[in-house]
């Protein structure tokens, strides 16, 4: 089953992280110094927000599934509407491993769909995120063929 992913780069996390607590009534299930995110069940989404600079607001949008034999058919479903994805296996960023793909929308909106597979103790691990983060900004994108991703400084879910 899918879930609902939004990603929002905020100024000041922890008075974000007391906004959305109180409008969610939920505390968030991951905190960290930089970042947090909340698994809700109604409606089902995961919502996250980081403070690690980029432009303010709504960062990308997605799709969290719960294994890679979904994230399998999702991908073959936008690849058949001629739309371009790039994929990133054993993705290490926000805290978590993904295998994902990311695309954008004909306005340019980044959207990532991706399975986690467990959860790691840093922000991003990957050397190739790492240098792609100190040149560009994004975490999590690839540096790839879906250029406005990198341009909207992405980070991820």
């Known amino acids: 089953m899918k879930r609902f992913h939004v990603h929002v780069v ?3 996390l922890d008075e974000s992280v007391r906004f959305y607590s109180s409008m969610f009534g939920a505390e968030p299930s991951v905190l960290k110094d930089d970042y947090a995110k909340w698994m809700l ?3 089902r989404m995961n919502f996250a927000i980081s403070a690690r600079g980029g432009e303010t607001g709504v960062n990308h949008l997605g799709f ?4 890679d034999e979904e994230l399998v058919a999702l991908r ?3 690849v058949a509407g001629s739309v371009t994805v790039e994929d990133q296996p054993g993705a290490q960023c926000c805290y978590a491993s993904s295998n994902k793909y990311w695309t ?9 769909t991706y399975h986690t597979l467990g ?10 995120q790492a240098a792609m983060s100190e040149s560009s900004g ?7 063929s879906i250029p406005a991703v990198i341009e909207k ?3 991820c879910g």
């Open 41 to 43: 069940e109604d409606p």
């Open 119 to 128: 959860n790691i103790p840093v922000f991003g691990a990957d050397s190739r």
């Open 76 to 78: 073959a479903q936008v």
């Open 10 to 12: 905020v100024p000041k």
């Open 153 to 155: 400084k992405v980070c």
């Open 64 to 67: 969290q599934v719960d294994s």
């Open 138 to 144: 994004a975490c999590c994108a690839p540096a790839t």
């Open 104 to 112: 954008q929308d004909p306005a340019g909106v980044p959207w990532e």
